[in-house]
C-alpha cells in the first residue's frame, strides 16, 4: 500500500508541473516536427557536433521494458498520430542519433512490478533496464551489467553532466558498486521534497487566529480547528490535521511535523562523532508521537486515518472537513478541491515550525531511487548516455523545444523511455519570476517561468479560466512555498540526509523488514500503545539487521565523507 500511495502522489506531482528551464550549452540544431512525418528540411539539417550527439549509420536497435497504465493511455489518446512505439520522442531518437527504440513486453502497477522482478531473477533483461537500488546491486553482483565509469566519462556532455550534478554527488555514489559507475543515475530533486504547513486562511480568520510561530501554536491552531466549528456550520464535523495511512507521504504525511521535534524519521545523520545515525530510532520521536497520540486520543486526528490513503483524506478536503496539513510545494493544486464545494477556501504555505521557536530543520531525504543499467554484451552502451544528452538538450538546452518535447501543454515528454531533468529547475523558475517582479522586466523569463506567470496571471485577473492558476499562484506567487523555500536555503535549514551511497548488503536483505517495523510501532503508538513500545521497536530494528547496516552506513562513511 505505502509504494503505491507513493507512486500515485509522485505521478501527480510531475504531472501539474509545467517545466522547463532553457540555458545555452550545445552548437547545432534540428527544426523537426515530431508529431508529423519529417519533412525534407529535417532530414538534412544538420547534426550535433558532440560525440555524445553523434548519429549511428546504420542505425542500431536498443531494447527496453516499460510500465504504462491508465494515465499513460490518456496522454496517448490526446496525441493522435503517436503510440508507445511511434512518437515525437522516438522519431527524434532515431532522426538524431540513429536509435531504434523497442520495448520487449510492457505491463500496468504490480504486474510490472512483478514481471520487471521476474527478469532481473532470470537474468532475462533488455539491453536497457530502469531499476531500483537494490535491484542494480543484485544485477551488478550477478554480473548482469555493464561498468559504465569510462563510457559516461567520455560521452555525457558538459551540459549533461552539470545538470545530473545538481544533486551533487549522492546520485552517482548511489550508482558506484565497488569503485565502478553501474548504472546512470535518473536523478531526482532532494529539494523538492522540502515540508511546508498548508493552513485554511480563512479559517484562521474566522476564529482570529495568526499563523504559527512554534509547535505550540500550531497544536493550538488543530484544536481550534477540531473544536471551535471553523466552517460556521454548527456541526461537529472537523478535523485538526490531516494524516493518511501512509505516514511518509509526502502530502498529509507527518515527517514535517516531527521536524518541529528536531526528529527526522527517514534520514541518516550526522552525529558529534563524525559519525552517521538513523534519525527514526533516536530519542527525538518520542515526543513527537506523544504529541500526536495525544492529538488522536482528542480527536483532533480522523480515528479512522490508519485505513485511509491519500484519495480518501483529499475527498475530506474537498468536503471542507480539513484546514490544516504538512505537504511539499505542489500540495496546493492538492487542497485546491476544497473550493470546488466552498469557493470562499483560501490556503497558504507556512514554513514548519520547532517546539523552541528557532528556525525548523527542513529534512530533505536523498530521492534519487531509480537507474539505467545497461545489459552485459549489449555492443553500444554509450547509447544510453547519448538518449540522455538529447533528453536534457531538447529540452532545456541551447536548442530546447518546450511546447513540442516537453508539454504541449500534455506531458509529452513521458513518451521518451528516459527523462532526466535539472533538480532546481523550479527553484529557478520561481528566482525568475520574482526577479522578473521586482524589476518589472519580464522578458527574460524562460518559457517554463512565462508558462507558469501566464496562469498565475489569469487568477488575479478573475474571469472564468482564473481557477487553474490558483495552485500556481500558491506556489509560485510572491509569498508562496518557493518564497518559503527560497528562505529555507538562504537560512541554511536544509537538512540533506547524509547516506547516498547503494545500498548495503544487509540493507538488501533488512531494510524492507525494518522500515515496515518502523511504520508499525509508530502507528500503534499514535493510536494509544504506551511509549514505552518505542524503545522495544529500537531494539528490534538494532537485531534484526539495523546494526549492521548502521556498521556498514559508516564504512562507507568513513571512505566517501
Known sequence: MAESTIANVRCLAVTVLIAVLLSACLSSSVN??????????????????????SKYDPPIDISFVREVGAEFENLLSS???????????????KQ???????YEWTADGDFYRQKLNFAIASGQIPDVIKVSSEQLRLLSNAGLIQ????????????????????????????????????????????????????????WLQQLDLQPPETISDVLQIARAFTELDPDQN???????????????????????????????????????????KFGGIQPEVKEALIAL???????QLDPEFPFKNGNKVKQQIADGKIGLIYGEQWASFFVQSSRSTDSDAEWKAYP???????????PLKFNTGQFFAVRKGFEHPEALVKMFNLHLEKNWGGTADFETYYSSPYPVWQLSPVTPYPARKNLEAYLQLEQARQTEDWSQLNAEARSIQKLINAYLAGGSNSSAGWGWEKTYGVDGAYAILHQYERNGQLLYEQYTGAPTETMIEAQSILHDLQH??????????????????????????????????????????
Do not use: C
Request: aromatic share 10%.
Open 293 to 299: 497520540q495525544t492529538m488522536y486520543q482528542s480527536g
Open 32 to 53: 523537426d516536427e515530431p508529431g508529423n512525418n519529417r519533412s525534407e528540411q529535417a532530414e538534412t539539417a544538420p547534426l550535433y557536433d558532440e560525440i555524445g550527439l
Open 234 to 276: 454548527g456541526e461537529d464535523d472537523t478535523l485538526g490535521l490531516a494524516v493518511t495511512n501512509y505516514l511518509w507521504d509526502p502530502i498529509m504525511g507527518i515527517k514535517g511535523f516531527m521536524a518541529g521535534f528536531n526528529a527526522f524519521p527517514e534520514i541518516w545523520l550526522a552525529d558529534d562523532n563524525g559519525k552517521l
Open 79 to 93: 496525441l493522435p498520430g503517436e503510440s508507445l512505439q511511434d512518437n515525437r520522442w522516438s522519431r527524434l531518437y
Open 147 to 202: 561498468d559504465l565509469t569510462d563510457v559516461y566519462e567520455q560521452y555525457a556532455t558538459p551540459f549533461t553532466k552539470s545538470i545530473l550534478n545538481q544533486e551533487g554527488r549522492g546520485p552517482f555514489d548511489a550508482a558506484t558498486i565497488d569503485g565502478r559507475l553501474m548504472a546512470i543515475p535518473e536523478t531526482s530533486s532532494s529539494i523538492e521534497n522540502a515540508m511546508f504547513i498548508w493552513l485554511r486562511t480563512d
Open 352 to 362: 514548519i515550525v520547532s517546539v523552541s521557536g528557532e528556525p525548523a530543520k527542513v
Open 96 to 102: 538524431i542519433l540513429g536509435i531504434n527504440i523497442n
Open 520 to 561: 508499525e510501532a509508530y502507528i500503534d503508538i499514535i493510536l494509544g500503545d504506551p511509549i514505552e513500545k518505542f524503545d522495544a521497536f529500537v531494539e528490534s530494528w538494532r537485531k534484526l539487521g539495523g546494526d549492521d547496516i548502521t556498521r556498514e552506513v559508516n564504512e562507507w562513511y568513513a571512505e566517501n565523507r
